[in-house]
């Protein structure tokens, strides 16, 4: 289980860590790209972030109401009650990101 969690930590760090690196980059090409193609870069980065951590949220949420389910068969019930109120919350903040996402390229 520590082992899962690392390895998702240091991926989520590795994905943002590229993200940083590559910000000066992204504005450099800014200034040569068109206006709907620099909107299209950003809208993507955003959309992608917000993949990301919703998927690693729901793959953890979903594996400790597993581990949990498994520790307390009794109360598997409340658990899944829990965790899909847990999996609504985090999908919607992924559609929070798609509607930045949008409103990036339609609006800006």
Do not use: C, H, N, W
């Amino acid at each position: 289980m520590k082992r899962l969690l690392t390895k998702a930590y240091v991926s989520f760090l590795a994905i943002l860590s590229v993200l940083a690196t590559t910000t000066p980059v992204f504005a450099a090409e800014t200034a040569a790209m068109t206006d709907l193609a620099a909107k299209a870069k950003y809208a993507a980065i955003t959309i992608a972030a917000g993949a990301v951590a919703g998927a690693l949220a729901m793959g953890l949420s979903i594996f400790k109401s597993v581990d949990g389910i498994a520790k307390q068969p009794e109360s598997a019930g409340k658990i899944q009650t829990v965790m899909m109120l847990g999996l609504v919350f985090i999908e919607t903040a992924i559609i929070y990101a798609l509607i930045v996402a949008i409103l990036i390229v339609f609006v800006l």
